[in-house]
């Protein structure tokens, strides 16, 4: 299949491709390299059925050019990690918002099947265990930056859901649970890399609030085959699935866990959310997927481990960031 993939020089797009070519798919890549990164797709350039374009959504044109190349859109561009969205929420519901109407309407044109990537971001402080897709939405106030983020990709989904209702337009939606390994960048906020980046640096490594709230972290290989997958199944279409691990822990075990697997001096350090984000951030307390639904479809289970996963992650960066040099 052809195959364009939005934000394609992100983290989790950049795997997508690997997988989809090692497939033999061919893959477009459109990015604007805002917080995606060159060095991401750097050893897919040279593969023959690999093809990019620095540039953004926003530009009508080239999105519709993109669009018609291809069989299936992969709609990952969007502003993401909890900093970004607390520091630039204009800029978050916007591209999230406006990026991904111009997306449906392209794709609507040729009724090519978009998957959209949403994010369990979007069940917000509901206290539910697990997190089911037709659950309801639990969002705090427009006062707390976070929660635009949320907002706009519930609107991303609900206009995915409508453009199929009524146009038809195929669509599927994936909320997307903590997803994580090599290549992701902590510079929007996102904690496993911070975490390993710290402790591989011999610095404190850094709890947000209480440690007690906990995530499920997914191994972006096995959310990337399931994404391969989905596209191949028709009953998929028209339909809202989680995706990542339900392996839970705190967030304070998982700092344990990458002190122990780096093996250094580190010490945890715990910082109140007021001084890590902003006055009056809300965080969620738990947050676990229920992967009935995409285990029913496809077969989905995650099959690699936290502690894997933070191996991985720590082999990576041990080889590819300049801080490590120094490293415990
Ligand atoms: N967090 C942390 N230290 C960091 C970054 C994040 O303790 O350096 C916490 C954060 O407050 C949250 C959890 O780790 O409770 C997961 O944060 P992340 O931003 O990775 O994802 P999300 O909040 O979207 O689940």
């Known amino acids: ?48 059925k690999y093809h990019y374009q620095i540039g953004s959504i926003m ?52 009724k090519k099947l978009v998957v959209i990537a949403s994010t369990s971001e979007v069940y917000g402080k509901s206290t539910k265990i697990p997190f089911c897709e037709e659950d309801d939405l639990v969002i705090g106030p427009p006062t707390r930056g976070r929660w635009s983020y949320a907002c706009s990709k519930a609107i991303d989904e609900f206009l995915a859901l409508a453009y199929w209702k009524e146009r038809r337009q195929p669509v599927i939606v994936m909320r997307f649970f903590n997803t994580v390994g090599p290549r992701q960048t902590g510079r929007y906020g996102m904690v496993l890399p911070n975490f390993v980046r710290q ?34 199944v028709p009953e998929a279409i028209g339909h809202v699935f989680n995706v990542g691990s339900d392996e839970e822990v705190t967030i ?31 965080d969620m307390h738990r947050r676990v997927p229920s992967l009935e639904k995409i285990g029913r479809l496809i077969g989905y289970k995650p099959k690699t481990t936290l502690d894997q996963i933070i191996e991985k992650v720590v082999e990576y960066e041990r080889a590819h960031s300049p801080r490590s040099l120094h490293s415990v």
């Open 252 to 282: 304070d075990e998982l700092a344990r866990r990458v002190c122990r697997i780096v093996g250094g001096k580190s010490q945890i350090a715990h910082i109140p959310y007021e001084q890590a984000y902003e006055e009056g951030f809300e």
């Open 199 to 232: 402790a591989l640096a011999g610095e404190p490594v850094t709890v947000f609030g209480p440690g007690t709230q906990s995530r499920c972290f997914g191994y972006v290989g096995d959310v990337v085959e399931a994404l391969g997958k989905l596209i191949r």
């Open 1 to 48: 299949m052809r195959i364009l993939i939005t934000g394609g020089a992100g983290f989790i797009a950049s795997h997508l491709a690997e997988h989809l070519l090692a497939a033999g798919d061919e893959v477009w890549a459109l990015d604007d390299l805002s917080t995606g990164s060159i060095e991401n797709i750097e050893h897919l350039k040279p593969h023959p």
């Open 59 to 110: 530009d009508t044109a080239t999105l519709a050019e993109m669009v018609d190349r291809c069989d299936v859109i992969y709609h990952l561009a969007a502003a993401v990690g909890v900093r970004l969205i607390v520091e630039s929420p204009v800029r978050t519901i916007e591209t999230n918002i406006r990026g991904t109407e111009l997306v449906l309407e392209a794709a609507a044109k040729k």
